[in-house]
């Protein structure tokens, strides 16, 4: 392994994005879970929805802040580091990211501003508006970012200049590639899993300390119920994914599966060692023919294996084939709490089962695991491609030594771990201390507390 430029920007890009990636996973579902107890409290009156939207909101502000300071960190590699592939590709996914600036950041933007700060100073219909505003804001975002990223993944829609650049020739294409339904659902649910398993361990925290029990009781309700009916939902969209990536990517799956033989009756590796250089297995655990049916292929139909793959043109196996095991993990983790969690409901003993709470506490990163496992699945199982099947991502690294690589890499491991982690640390604190009780609601008789407030009052 020889420690150029190339090799040290991607696990730079590797790095930072595998930081950013945690805060959106999260405060995508946070922002429609606000949204959700807001509504519920202006239908029901009820405090505790009101207690446990400004305990929430709190996280949120803060994960939001996060996520988009790491996020221009990105953007910025994309001049230095990657400036060949910015150059070859930024007029097909360019607009895509300029689009997703002027649908949904300008609408985050306009309306975070009252949903944080405008509790006491807005009516509560107006305050509601603006918390469903920066929900759909932040999945808009996501439908943008998926729609670029499942390009590289599908590419589609475009054609080559005389100077050997991309250019768009058809954008519903480019944007509706064949990947990016699948891909932008499971990553949708994903960030709503995330979420209430952070809500769930947080709630579960909270009956075990004997805080804001009410609240707790509540939150935790939501959360198991959240569990118990998208993760099913979930695996489904997950295998759709991986159907299309198999149409497209037959590479990646190779890799996934851990399939070295192109054969029929393709077997599911529950558990092995890939070995590169023998092309192999080691200590394998399979199922046999089980890999086909579950890829949707016949008995007789031939799936490829990496053999079927220069080894120039395979991605790290190793890496991928653990990835999307971690990644399973976690998946079948989520459904077992789902339905632990059903069922105690059902026996009236979900708030008492203090087992069920431990267990809860312990799976509350589960989701950030999942979400990052996955993307390393998806990100390194399209190498050596940065654009899949079109360009190579040796192509696209930008001239720059080692060393200057090496640098920023080391400022961003120190400024990530200083920042993000004070971060980090202020939200579990938070989230221990649990929910106020005390806080007085919005009243729509005081006056408003901004030029925009004062408009929609007097329309």
Same mark, same amino acid.
């Given at each position: 392994?020889? $420690?150029?430029?190339? &090799? ?16 959106p996973?999260?405060?995508i ?12 409290w ?8 009101k207690?446990?939207?400004?305990? $929430? ?13 790491? %996020?221009?960190?990105? !953007?910025?590699q ?27 950041f ?50 589609? %829609?475009?054609?080559?200049a005389e ?39 947080? !709630? ?19 959360? =198991? &119920?959240m569990? *118990? ?21 037959p ?21 092995? $060692? ?11 655990? !399979? ?15 031939? &799936? ?12 790290? =196996? ?7 095991r ?13 339905? $632990? %969690? ?10 008492? !089962?203090?087992?069920?709470h ?7 990163p589960?989701?950030f ?19 899949y ?11 720059? /030594?080692? *060393?200057?690589?090496?640098t ?21 604190r ?8 005390d ?10 507390? /901004? ?6 009052k007097?329309?």
């Amino acid at each position: 392994m020889e $420690w150029d430029a190339l &090799l040290l920007s991607r696990l730079q890009f590797a790095f930072t994005i595998g930081w950013h990636i945690i805060f959106p996973s999260f405060t995508i579902g946070l922002a429609s879970f606000l949204a959700v107890l807001e509504g519920l409290w202006l239908f029901t009156k009820k405090p505790i929805y009101k207690n446990l939207y400004l305990f $929430w909101v709190k996280i949120f502000a803060i994960s939001f802040g996060m996520g988009v300071v790491s %996020g221009v960190v990105m !953007s910025y590699q994309f001049g230095t580091n990657w400036s060949v592939f910015s150059e070859h590709v930024g007029s097909v996914i360019g607009p895509l990211l300029a689009y997703e600036v002027l649908t949904a950041f300008f609408l985050e933007a306009s309306f975070l501003g009252i949903m944080l700060f405008g509790w006491k100073r807005v009516g509560p219909g107006l305050h509601f508006f603006s918390t469903c505003m920066v929900a759909i804001g932040t999945l808009i975002s996501a439908f943008w970012i998926l729609a670029a990223n499942s390009w590289m993944q599908t590419p589609q %829609g475009f054609a080559f200049a005389e100077d050997g650049t991309m250019v768009a020739t058809n954008f519903a294409e480019v944007i509706f590639n064949p990947s990016m339904p699948s891909r932008l659902a499971h990553m949708v649910l994903a960030a709503f899993l995330t979420t209430a398993m952070v809500v769930a361990g947080a !709630s579960a925290f909270a009956l075990l300390s004997k805080k804001a029990l009410a609240e707790s009781r509540v939150a935790l309700r939501m959360a =198991v &119920l959240m569990m *118990a009916l998208v993760t099913p939902v979930q695996i489904m969209v997950g295998h759709e994914s991986g159907v299309v990536a198999g149409e497209h990517q037959p590479a990646k799956v190779a890799a996934l599966e851990g399939w070295w033989t192109t054969r029929t009756q393709q077997p599911t590796v529950l558990i092995g $060692w890939p070995d590169e250089e023998a092309e192999r297995n080691h200590f394998e655990l !399979s199922m046999p023919g089980l890999g086909s049916a579950v890829n949707n292929a016949g008995p007789d139909d031939v &799936l490829p294996g990496l053999d079927s793959f220069a080894p120039e043109d395979r991605p790290p =196996v190793w890496i991928v084939f653990w990835a999307f095991r971690v990644m399973v993990a976690m998946g079948v983790a989520m459904l077992a709490l789902g339905v $632990w %969690g059903a069922g105690a409901w059902a026996l009236k003993r979900l708030d008492t !089962s203090r087992w069920y709470h431990r267990a809860l506490v312990l799976a509350a990163p589960s989701g950030f695991v999942a979400v990052l496992a996955g993307w390393i699945t998806a990100e390194v199982g399209r190498q050596p491609f940065v654009v899949y099947g079109v360009m190579r991502t040796a192509d696209a690294v930008s001239p720059v /030594s080692a *060393a200057s690589v090496a640098t920023s890499l080391l400022f961003f491991i120190v400024t990530y771990a200083i920042v993000f982690s004070a971060g980090a640390l202020y939200i579990l604190r938070l989230m221990g201390k649990g929910p106020d009780t005390d806080e007085a609601p919005p009243t729509s008789d005081q006056p408003p507390g /901004s030029p925009i407030a004062a408009g929609v009052k007097e329309a």
